[in-house]
């Protein structure tokens, strides 16, 4: 019984320690990045995608449940910059494809 009881918080465990690495892989992204390349490609600013990252590693560090509310959020917000800003701000920076 033990045993079983102890397969959902090993679950829970990977899904945080994913979501961690998730934010802070963003995160560390959106460091590197020039602050002119946001408002170049229609997104928000350098310092309001770092603020709301930022936010988001500090929900997932103080609450620790992956599948609460403000953590659920965090990855969303973090799934945004991955998938929307990220791809868009590489390719203003890097120039167009031959």
Not at 43 to 47: A, D, G, H, N, R
Not at 71 to 76: D, H, P, R
């Given at each position: 019984m033990g045993r079983v009881m102890g397969i959902p918080g090993f679950i829970l465990s990977a899904l945080l320690l994913l979501e961690f690495g998730m934010v802070v892989f963003a995160l560390v992204h959106?460091?590197?990045?020039?602050p002119d390349a946001f408002p170049a490609v229609d997104?928000?600013?350098?310092?309001v995608w770092l603020a709301?990252?930022?936010a988001s590693l500090g929900a997932l560090l103080l609450i620790r449940n992956p599948v609460n509310f403000l953590?659920?959020?965090?990855?969303?917000a973090t799934g945004v910059y991955l998938?929307?800003?990220r791809p868009k701000v590489d390719e203003v920076q890097r120039?167009?494809?031959w």
């Open positions: 959106a460091l590197r990045q020039r997104k928000l600013t350098k310092p709301i990252l930022v953590c659920l959020a965090a990855v969303i998938a929307d800003v120039g167009p494809r």
